[in-house]
């Protein structure tokens, strides 16, 4: 999930990952290794920095499992072109030395009806199909384990947090083949499932397969192959399993049709996302009635206050599990971007310092991840102005409205602009897509300075909205929504090509305290209040059908309008 | 300068252009040509269509002296994963036929001391020569004719608008070749210049060569490469030249140090285009004066007008002529973005139509490019709106304030931001580089969204900052001001980083009666008053002293302060 690449030469030893770990990094990593700040522009590269360090024809190995096909392909041309060479090591020589490694999971698997998915399997397979005959292809290779869920509507648990199954599926336009442990097959709901027991038409009947022969599969396709034929396959695929494909007959590609299907969710898709942001907020609102409550006496910790989260939200229903793992952190912890508590970096809450909590969890309904940002005392002044100015970048975002087709990383600058004008920033991108019961970040959308190569945006994606706020050593501020992209009708339709704005998915309410009201404009205002009705309104409800109280008058204190 | 690539197979022919020239195009070609219009996501790329056009086992020829390394790579690639191939063609088929075309210019050379340049040409080598050592380079070839002048402070009039002449140069650590005709190098002032004839140390010598020699001269450097050596070379250069330099020894970059050095201006150049701009809003003060007494007449036409403005700067200091043809357009044909009047389409300014005029000039001290839109007469609600909203966007970027090492692209949305609540948008980018007495449009800066690859932005660079609105069949709109990019001092300084914003260089008042002021902010309205307060104080003082009363009193007039 989280980048981070290391690379190990006779001398040097480094580490790369990006701004959201290089706090965490620095106080993890002993001297051995050097930190290499990825976003920086002052960083070397991978590929620049082997090259700087290696003495002359070095020969750098690499598992050709854990590369990427593209990033193999760019890091073999640097180095050749610096009279060096990459290799595959066919044993990796991190399992060679690895010992007690736990095999790999094999959990039960999960199957979701229309009444969660909007489409069979069997629809979704279609569809592939119709894409697959457009642009001429024979063969579609499935890798990423997030894309082999959606298309079978199934779901596993074997990548803590991330609701997915080790597999592969190679679909031709008669053939399906699903490679996955056998075992877990056995079930009967998940037999009928795949209809794997009940004749059907021979397009639609699945071939089953260990997981380990996807291989010498893909092989014995790649064999019978007409001269024309063409396969796709992801080029974040393993460079191990895309050079199987002979070049002439490899059509690798940024974002794999299933990719952009998934991200546009149904109308299915995105009532369960309505409903398991709801239930996400009443567990929220209970955590922050009691986290008030118990504060004072000096006995939450971040790991107590995550792990109350997570009993809160246990007891919605359909709840599975968390997303990812809970962001609870106080005062200075919460400038370490992802940090997560650990006993021995464990901070009590007080009223004294912010209390900066980034979770989510899964629900077979849909997926949620929020941060909210809270002072139990009195905030100072300049931790109300920086979460001003993070706040006005949310609402820039989430109240744009933009052209159809607009890619989301042109509305990154909207969230950094309040900042950007007092000389303040943060070096994370402002949101990444989030799956429905499926990973919290997915492509091929988002919201980040980083990427160009995301696609447009357009009703029915789901992506988060989440500025921020970092003084190293002090406080950390984010404010996170899940937002849904959905039409907007402004006064004009340029050219007919309608607009777009997002819908916030998440309903929490942002704490009135740690806002500067001055520093808002009169539409800042009106957004804030209107977007308090719509938690107050949709969660109440909510709060009051389940009974909790507390929680319904926390609720309705937090959600006044403000001046 | 403008993008316009044509394909013609046995049975099709189809031309590229990009937003700028999808009416004219549409306008101008007959039948027999198809518009692809580049930039809307439903266009094939050139690769695609020909795959879509071409019988099976196609060849493709092209000229490799009019394609680039980089797109030849990408086309080649294309076309081969299609069963097709693309081959360099020496003898251009449009050359073949094409009867009386004129002889390659060869203008006379102009040369610019320090006071234009503020570094000889020997500084420039040798700031060259030490990033080719910190890269350990051997030799680099310039390609790029504005680079060549620049690099030799020379300037020439071989392409129009352009000061620049046919040359290339080859520089080694102790060598210079400059490949030009060689009878320009005759005058004793350029012989001087580049002392041709006084013995200098022998890595300040230059060598001359007649232009078409650089190809075998390049072949003999290249025969003479130990095995460790690398050539730099832009990937835009063409494809003939690139394919010289055997790919081991190749090194070629997006962006060539010379390119990187020219954009960051320094102190004599800025000092050059302030000057120059000033200059150029007294022209256009005393057009826009004279325009008002003589329109109510019905004698002034988009030819006769633009031809009044290029009169005018040719009556200031150093002028040397146009920049770029100018864009005058009257009413509908405002909505031609890159339109020039033509006798056929020549309109007659009113009172009832808006004017744009685009329009710049070339001065030894400096390039001048600015934009205004005017009203006449009474602009109607519906324009004024439009107008209000462009200015929104211009203010946003001119006042915008961002980190140091941001990239221009991440600033084009603020352009747009209040277009787009409207639902309204345009279709170009908001700003390019400009060149210093050089081409109008240079890089590698610019603010577009339509580039990921610009290099960030950083104090000294100047670009032009022209949101735009086009109402196609009714009018245009867009405000075009060039600035410098300058230092910021924001309350914050997040990690050192410091912040910048933007100076604007151009000093034209923007007109008030097109300005529905209901719909600024007051931060606008300080924006627009203290921007007008600039222009009367430095273009007011330069008027006076060139006694052009009837522009004073114009320019005062058009800079009261709004409400």
């Known amino acids: 999930m989280s980048p981070g690449t290391a690379i190990v030469t006779e001398k040097h030893a480094a580490m790369w990952t990006d701004g959201r770990y290089f706090l965490q990094a620095s106080q993890q990593m002993d001297n051995n290794w050097t930190l290499m700040k990825m976003g920086l522009k002052e960083t070397l590269s991978q590929e620049d920095w082997l090259i700087s360090v290696l003495p002359e024809n070095s020969t750098v190995g690499v598992d ?7 990033q193999w392909k760019n890091m073999s041309k640097a180095l050749a072109s610096a009279g060096h060479s990459l290799v595959a090591v066919q044993d990796n020589l991190i399992d060679a030395i690895w010992m007690d490694r736990p095999t790999r999971p094999s959990t039960q698997l999960i199957t979701l009806g229309l009444g969660f998915t909007g489409l069979t399997w069997q629809d979704k397979m279609t569809a592939l199909r119709s894409k697959m005959a457009e642009r001429k292809i024979s063969w579609f ?7 082999i869920a959606w298309l079978f509507n199934l779901r596993g648990s074997d990548i803590e947090y991330n609701p997915v199954f080790f597999a592969y599926a190679i679909v031709g336009m008669n053939t399906i083949r699903l490679f996955v442990d056998v075992k877990r097959l056995a079930e009967p709901t998940v037999r009928e499932h795949l209809q794997l027991d009940t004749p059907s038409k021979a397009e639609l009947s699945i071939q089953t397969a260990p997981y380990e022969s996807v291989f010498t599969e893909l092989q014995a396709v790649c064999a019978s192959l007409g001269p024309k034929e063409k396969v796709w396959i992801s080029d974040k695929a393993s460079c191990a399993l895309t050079q199987v494909i002979p070049k002439a007959h490899r059509s690798p590609v940024p974002y794999t049709p299933l990719c952009l299907a ?25 955590l922050f009635a009691w986290l008030e409550k118990e504060i004072p006496k000096g006995t939450v910790t971040e790991i107590s206050a995550a792990d109350k989260a997570e009993e809160l939200r246990s007891q919605q229903k359909d709840f599975v599990g968390l997303s990812f793992p809970s962001i609870s952190s106080v005062g200075p912890n919460g400038a370490i971007i992802h940090y997560s508590p650990l006993p021995e970096t464990n901070r009590t809450l007080s009223l004294n310092e912010i209390y900066l909590l980034d979770s989510g969890a899964q629900y077979i309904d849909g997926t949620t991840d929020v941060t909210r940002t809270m002072h139990f005392g009195s905030p100072s002044a300049y931790e ?16 744009a409205i933009f052209p159809n087709g607009t890619k989301g990383h042109l509305l990154d600058s909207f969230a950094r602009q309040a900042l950007w004008e007092s000389g303040l920033d943060y070096l994370h991108g402002t949101g990444h897509g989030v799956g429905c019961f499926l990973n919290v970040h997915e492509g091929p959308c988002g919201i980040s300075y980083k990427t160009f190569a995301d696609e447009p945006l357009e009703a029915g994606m789901i992506v988060s909205d989440e500025p921020g706020y970092y003084e190293d050593g002090s406080f950390g501020i984010r404010i996170e929504n899940v937002v849904l992209v959905v039409p907007a009708k402004p006064k004009y339709n340029y050219r007919n090509k309608g607009s777009l ?23 800042e205002r009106d957004w804030v209040n209107e977007y308090h009705r719509q938690c107050r309104e949709t969660i109440g409800a909510e709060l009051h059908r389940q009974g909790r109280k507390e929680a319904l008058d926390w609720l309705i204190r937090e959600t006044q309008p403000i001046a």
């Open 64 to 70: 050709p499992w854990i590369i990427a096909a593209d």
């Open 501 to 523: 704005t997002f819908e916030p998915l998440t309903l929490v309410p942002i704490q009135a305290k740690m806002v500067n009201t001055d520093l808002l404009t009169q539409k």
């Open 262 to 286: 998934k991200a546009v969710k149904n109308a299915t898709e995105i009532q369960g996302m309505k409903m398991a942001h709801i239930k996400d907020a009443v567990a929220l609102c209970e």
């Open 384 to 399: 109300k102005e920086t979460f001003t100015y993070v706040l006005k970048g949310h609402i820039a975002v989430s109240a």
């Open 141 to 147: 290779v499935a890798t990423a384990l997030d894309e």
